[in-house]
């Protein structure tokens, strides 16, 4: 208004005062839409309609407008808003949509194909909130990375903070995903379909009552999505000849044997009811339930070869026996009121549940062929639960010349569960039962003010009382944006965060990592970070060119480490905890050029992520890479639309994560990450309805790459060495898709 930029909230509310004047130049711009631009005179109703960007009008003819078609960078510090139009004409198929788009923003790590987490200026896994219409949402596994636990089909709005954001946001020491769903057509029932090689889609959407809207869908994968014995259209994974024994015999591999589930399901429902009240109020409940089951079983001979003097046999076959199962489930539910008291004050008022739950057994056998001597043989069980209820109210005063004061409270609470047994050898059982909770008041504010035509500052504080202990912490926020010229501008924040709930690391005596989620108690501390960030922006002829520098200092991460330990002349095997603290820094920098109906994008992530851990009452060491730890990643996307084609494409570059460097050394040699995919999908618009067909290649160029979450490692003996199992990532990997909406 009058040049003066201001951002409604999710119901779409804002307030701009001015006691003078009576005529106001206005612009409305939001992603994926034409911005609209106009002079409108004081009155007391006006309605504007936006006109998406994706869909072809002939009837109306539209010149000299600028359409934003990726992202949104630059606005606050550490925040970019994505367009979530263009997420389907990117590769895929469909299901995944959501976080393959988030991945391909700087400072997310794409390389390793993260499938229940994600890691943002290098926190680990657990420090980074995603919540879907303000409940968390905790993951599934998703094994093979092309299904989200978000339905794209729902996805209204993504806002990503990086970090140092506002006291409006907390219980997290990382970034922060907010995905906001749709509420539904209130004009006419809507019944959208899509259907790929891996998943059944379906939505419906059902205006009620004239006000208000039903809006169900659900997904599945088809029934034997997986096949062990050979190759299956519905399964596109590299194929396994039938004579795996021939096949999987090696000697000095890089890794031993490549398995694949035998069996995954996966399925979700949502639901969601909106109303619109003729005050502008809005009420919505949404509700979502899903769950995953994987099965991999493996039976396999293999061959190590040994260092023995010259003419005894230096050759050892083995027999490998492998059964891994996990089944996962994830439900949500938020309520949700917004109230508009007056032009200046509107409110807030929100209930969230939260529940996740994962079981998880593995059994791992190593036989000497010949001699029948057992090298190894390991059971274990884990089953960890996490839960989250919450009530928020949160309210948003507008005074004079866009001076805004954000402030609300609320309570959560947390509760986790972890179940673990395992039997190593037959000589050493662990069985432990292990259960957390904690409770707390928070409160909140925030001042945004503007300090002439250039500058606008942000102080903030939130406060978080225990309602276990009493105690407090307290966390101050600071940021400010200093606008050049209307070009370029430079963004600065520090502020202070704590996390209650989070995951902690699992490392067992082969050095495999397992992420287990666990909220705070008298025995596991308290997370607590410092973020600072600057960040400059340029944005001038639908180019935008914006650089981010960050560093972070976490405390209090703990780990739970099995480990061989002596007390004189008694040896006692378990799990030990590990504490201590993590710092990352980095830059990224980011530019994206829009070109009419065509957009390109690329990001560069320069980062370090260090740890320092030590038992219990001893000093901490000098910092360390941590495992997730990875120095360049490089992304470049591009989308062309032509007529009712959209072309699109992308790579990434990663130069590999720590993990892998450090636990299979030996056998990867090159460890980095590259793959390129590419999608091309055709609109088309019958008379009675409209759809999409599309055909996307993942992995164009086949290149091996290394599955983050599926690596482990067998520990044999100091002769024979260690045994690697791994996944791969996403192969060369073709998918279609039909999609449909009447």
Do not use: C
């Given at each position: 208004?009058?040049?003066?930029?201001?951002?409604?909230?999710?119901?779409?509310?804002?307030?701009?005062?001015?006691?003078?004047?009576?005529?106001?130049?206005?612009r409305?711009?939001?992603?994926?839409?034409?911005?609209?631009?106009?002079?409108?005179?004081?009155?007391k109703?006006?309605?504007?309609?936006?006109?998406?960007?994706?869909?072809?009008?002939?009837?109306?003819?539209?010149?000299?407008n600028?359409?934003?078609?990726?992202?949104?960078?630059?606005?606050?510090?550490?925040?970019?808003?994505?367009?979530?139009n263009?997420s389907?004409?990117?590769p895929?198929?469909?299901?995944?949509?959501?976080?393959?788009?988030?991945?391909?923003?700087p400072?997310?790590?794409?390389?390793?194909?993260?499938?229940t987490?994600?890691?943002?200026?290098g926190?680990?896994?657990?420090?980074?909130?995603?919540?879907?219409?303000?409940?968390?949402?905790f993951?599934?596994?998703?094994?093979?990375?092309?299904?989200?636990?978000?339905?794209p089909?729902?996805?209204?709005?993504?806002?990503?903070?990086?970090?140092?954001?506002?006291?409006?946001?907390?219980?997290?020491?990382?970034?922060?995903?907010?995905?906001?769903?749709?509420?539904?057509?209130?004009?006419?029932?809507?019944?959208?379909?899509?259907?790929?090689?891996?998943t059944?889609?379906?939505?419906?959407?059902?205006?009620?009552?004239?006000?208000?809207?039903?809006?169900?869908a659900?997904?599945?994968?088809?029934?034997n999505?997986?096949?062990?014995?050979d190759?299956?259209?519905?399964?596109?994974?590299?194929?396994?000849p039938?004579?795996?024994?021939?096949?999987?015999?090696?000697?000095?591999?890089?890794?031993?044997?490549?398995?694949?589930?035998?069996?995954?399901?996966?399925?979700?429902?949502?639901?969601?009811?909106?109303?619109?009240?003729d005050?502008?109020?809005?009420?919505?409940?949404?509700?979502?339930?899903?769950?995953?089951?994987?099965?991999l079983?493996?039976?396999?001979?293999?061959?190590?070869e040994?260092?023995?003097?010259p003419?005894?046999?230096r050759?050892?076959?083995l027999?490998l026996?492998?059964?891994?199962?996990?089944?996962?489930?994830?439900?949500?539910?938020?309520?949700?009121?917004?109230?508009?008291?007056?032009?200046?004050?509107?409110?807030?008022?929100?209930?969230?549940?939260?529940?996740?739950s994962?079981?998880?057994?593995?059994?791992?056998?190593?036989?000497?062929?010949?001699?029948?001597?057992?090298?190894?043989?390991?059971?274990?069980?884990?089953?960890?639960?996490?839960?989250?209820n919450?009530f928020r109210?949160?309210?948003?005063l507008?005074?004079?010349?866009?001076?805004?004061?954000?402030?609300?409270?609320?309570?959560?609470n947390?509760?986790?569960?972890?179940?673990?047994?395992?039997?190593?050898?037959?000589?050493?059982?662990?069985?432990t039962?292990?259960?957390?909770?904690?409770?707390?008041?928070?409160?909140f504010?925030?001042?945004?003010?503007?300090?002439?035509?250039?500058?606008?500052?942000?102080?903030?504080?939130?406060?978080?009382?225990s309602?276990?202990?009493?105690?407090?912490?307290?966390?101050?926020r600071?940021?400010?944006?200093?606008?050049?010229?209307?070009?370029?501008?430079?963004?600065a924040?520090?502020g202070?965060?704590?996390?209650?709930i989070?995951?902690?690391?699992?490392?067992?005596?082969?050095?495999?990592?397992?992420?287990?989620?666990n909220?705070?108690?008298?025995n596991?501390?308290?997370?607590?970070?410092?973020?600072?960030?600057?960040?400059v922006?340029?944005?001038?002829?639908?180019?935008?060119?914006?650089?981010?520098?960050?560093?972070?200092l976490?405390r209090?991460i703990?780990?739970?480490?099995?480990?061989?330990?002596?007390?004189?002349p008694?040896?006692?095997?378990?799990?030990?905890s590990?504490?201590?603290?993590?710092?990352?820094?980095?830059?990224?920098?980011?530019?994206?050029?829009?070109?009419?109906?065509?957009?390109?994008?690329?990001?560069?992530?320069?980062?370090?992520?260090l740890?320092?851990?030590?038992?219990?009452?001893?000093?901490?060491?000098?910092?360390?890479?941590?495992?997730?730890?990875?120095?360049?990643?490089?992304?470049?996307?591009?989308l062309?639309?032509?007529?009712?084609?959209?072309?699109?494409?992308?790579?990434?570059?990663?130069?590999?994560?720590e993990?892998?460097?450090?636990?299979?050394?030996?056998?990867?040699?090159?460890?980095?990450?590259?793959?390129?995919?590419?999608?091309v999908?055709?609109?088309?618009?019958?008379?009675?309805?409209?759809?999409e067909?599309?055909?996307?290649i993942?992995?164009?160029?086949?290149?091996?790459?290394l599955?983050?979450?599926?690596?482990?490692?067998?520990?044999?003996?100091?002769?024979?060495?260690?045994?690697r199992?791994?996944s791969?990532?996403?192969?060369?990997?073709?998918?279609?898709?039909?999609?449909?909406?009447?």
């Amino acid at each position: 208004i009058n040049n003066h930029p201001m951002i409604a909230d999710v119901t779409g509310n804002f307030n701009y005062t001015a006691s003078i004047d009576s005529s106001f130049h206005l612009r409305i711009s939001h992603l994926g839409y034409f911005v609209y631009d106009t002079v409108m005179v004081a009155s007391k109703f006006r309605q504007y309609k936006l006109v998406p960007s994706s869909i072809k009008l002939p009837e109306v003819l539209v010149q000299n407008n600028e359409v934003e078609k990726a992202t949104m960078v630059g606005e606050k510090i550490a925040k970019i808003t994505l367009n979530t139009n263009i997420s389907r004409f990117l590769p895929g198929q469909g299901d995944n949509s959501v976080f393959h788009h988030i991945r391909l923003m700087p400072g997310i790590q794409a390389a390793g194909e993260q499938s229940t987490d994600l890691l943002i200026w290098g926190s680990y896994e657990g420090q980074s909130l995603v919540t879907f219409d303000e409940f968390t949402l905790f993951g599934l596994k998703n094994y093979s990375d092309n299904i989200s636990v978000v339905n794209p089909f729902l996805v209204k709005t993504i806002e990503i903070l990086k970090g140092g954001f506002d006291s409006k946001y907390g219980n997290r020491v990382g970034g922060i995903v907010n995905i906001i769903g749709k509420n539904g057509n209130l004009q006419k029932p809507v019944f959208s379909l899509n259907i790929n090689q891996t998943t059944l889609n379906g939505m419906v959407e059902i205006p009620m009552f004239k006000k208000s809207s039903l809006l169900m869908a659900y997904r599945q994968t088809y029934y034997n999505l997986y096949n062990s014995s050979d190759f299956n259209i519905f399964s596109p994974v590299r194929k396994t000849p039938k004579d795996d024994s021939k096949q999987l015999a090696s000697t000095n591999s890089k890794f031993d044997l490549a398995v694949y589930p035998d069996d995954y399901r996966f399925r979700d429902l949502n639901l969601k009811y909106t109303h619109n009240f003729d005050n502008g109020d809005q009420f919505y409940v949404s509700m979502y339930g899903g769950g995953d089951y994987f099965h991999l079983s493996a039976n396999t001979s293999l061959t190590r070869e040994l260092n023995m003097p010259p003419g005894e046999d230096r050759t050892t076959p083995l027999t490998l026996s492998l059964l891994n199962k996990e089944e996962n489930r994830q439900n949500g539910l938020s309520v949700f009121y917004s109230k508009k008291w007056s032009g200046r004050l509107s409110s807030k008022f929100i209930f969230s549940h939260s529940d996740f739950s994962k079981k998880l057994s593995d059994e791992v056998q190593t036989v000497n062929t010949t001699t029948s001597v057992i090298y190894k043989k390991d059971k274990s069980s884990t089953e960890n639960s996490a839960l989250e209820n919450s009530f928020r109210a949160e309210n948003l005063l507008y005074f004079s010349n866009g001076h805004q004061l954000e402030f609300g409270g609320g309570f959560y609470n947390n509760e986790t569960k972890i179940g673990f047994n395992t039997n190593i050898n037959d000589t050493l059982s662990i069985d432990t039962l292990n259960q957390f909770r904690n409770s707390r008041l928070f409160v909140f504010a925030d001042d945004y003010l503007p300090v002439g035509s250039r500058l606008t500052v942000k102080t903030g504080a939130r406060l978080n009382v225990s309602a276990n202990t009493g105690k407090i912490y307290f966390e101050p926020r600071i940021s400010a944006i200093y606008k050049v010229s209307e070009q370029l501008k430079f963004n600065a924040s520090w502020g202070r965060y704590h996390q209650f709930i989070s995951k902690i690391a699992s490392v067992d005596r082969d050095q495999n990592y397992s992420y287990l989620w666990n909220a705070s108690n008298d025995n596991i501390p308290v997370l607590n970070a410092s973020h600072w960030v600057g960040e400059v922006n340029y944005s001038k002829n639908n180019l935008t060119i914006n650089v981010e520098g960050y560093y972070k200092l976490t405390r209090n991460i703990t780990q739970r480490v099995f480990e061989q330990r002596f007390d004189g002349p008694n040896r006692q095997d378990g799990y030990f905890s590990y504490f201590g603290n993590a710092k990352t820094y980095g830059i990224d920098v980011f530019a994206k050029k829009d070109i009419g109906k065509h957009s390109v994008w690329a990001s560069y992530t320069l980062s370090k992520a260090l740890e320092s851990l030590a038992p219990l009452n001893k000093p901490l060491p000098a910092y360390s890479l941590a495992p997730h730890h990875q120095l360049h990643e490089f992304k470049v996307a591009g989308l062309l639309n032509i007529g009712r084609f959209y072309i699109s494409g992308d790579y990434v570059y990663g130069s590999g994560m720590e993990i892998i460097r450090k636990v299979f050394a030996r056998e990867t040699g090159n460890v980095s990450y590259n793959r390129v995919d590419a999608a091309v999908t055709y609109k088309f618009t019958p008379k009675h309805f409209s759809g999409e067909i599309g055909l996307s290649i993942l992995n164009l160029f086949n290149t091996q790459n290394l599955k983050y979450a599926n690596l482990k490692n067998i520990q044999l003996t100091p002769e024979l060495g260690d045994i690697r199992v791994y996944s791969d990532a996403a192969p060369f990997t073709p998918t279609i898709f039909l999609k449909i909406v009447f």
